[in-house]
């Protein structure tokens, strides 16, 4: 069973746009981590955001926000006024202590395009 | 510094050839894994080691060998290269195994390819 969803394959917004990309994940683990990582056209990953299972509190880093919400199981990220430069493909992943916490499940990937 | 690295950045292989990539950390990290990633499926763990002379298979094991004779090296060995095996690699690593995580630093991976 896939652990980690991104239902969205492509999103294109216009700069300027909010986007939200959602990630909808599932686990028996009590304790686990989520994580977003960001590939642009380059290749390699770059690391976001870690949150834990028992801080479901939002985050807002600049133009970056996440919204955390256990009871929906989702760990939803959005772009404030988005930019050329935030055209990438953006991973969900879910690790479980159970599993060993540094085992990562990805999702299978949320591509952006912003458009000028 | 130099982080994670890997050799080689592209490679390209007969089906039925053997190789080995490179994965290589410099700070000291216990755990170290390799990642595939195809199309459409993102991420998919391959092995995964916790410490010299220790490994274990990931989510998609199969027809790939690794071992971890030192801290800081983490070969990955295709046998017998397939075309289902063209794809692009990455090797991981970070300080902390078991329970608690630790920041995972990504090398910039190896995108092979089987003809």
């Known amino acids: 069973a896939q652990k980690v969803t991104q239902a969205q394959t492509e999103i294109s917004v216009v700069e300027k746009e909010d986007v939200t990309l959602d990630c909808v994940y599932e686990?028996?683990?009590?304790?686990?981590?989520l994580f977003w990582y960001k590939q642009p056209p380059s290749g390699e990953l770059v690391f976001l955001i870690r949150r834990n299972s028992f801080d479901e509190q939002n985050e807002i880093s600049g133009r970056y926000s996440w919204n955390f919400q256990k009871s929906t199981s989702s760990f939803n990220f959005t772009i404030t006024a988005s930019q050329v430069v935030d055209s990438a493909v953006y991973f969900c992943a879910l690790s479980e202590a159970r599993t060993g916490a540094n085992n990562l499940f990805f999702g299978t990937g949320t591509r952006l395009t912003v458009i000028p | 510094n130099a982080g994670v690295t890997q050799t080689p950045k592209f490679q390209v292989l007969k089906t039925g050839q053997s190789m080995t990539l490179q994965c290589a950390q410099d700070?000291?990290?216990?755990?170290m894994s390799w990642y595939r990633q195809d199309p459409g499926m993102g991420l998919r763990l391959i092995h995964y080691?916790?410490?010299?002379?220790?490994?274990d298979q990931g989510e998609v094991p199969n027809g790939y060998n690794v071992s971890r004779s030192t801290t800081e090296d983490f070969p990955l060995r295709l046998l017998s290269a397939a075309p289902s095996q063209t794809s692009v690699y990455f090797c991981?690593?970070?300080?902390?195994?078991?329970?608690?995580?630790?920041?995972?630093?990504f090398g910039p991976g190896t995108r092979l390819t089987v003809t």
């Open positions: 700070m000291n990290h216990e755990y």
């Open positions: 991981a690593s970070s300080y902390q195994t078991g329970s608690l995580y630790d920041e995972q630093y």
């Open positions: 686990t028996r683990d009590t304790t686990y981590y």
């Open positions: 080691s916790v410490g010299a002379g220790i490994t």
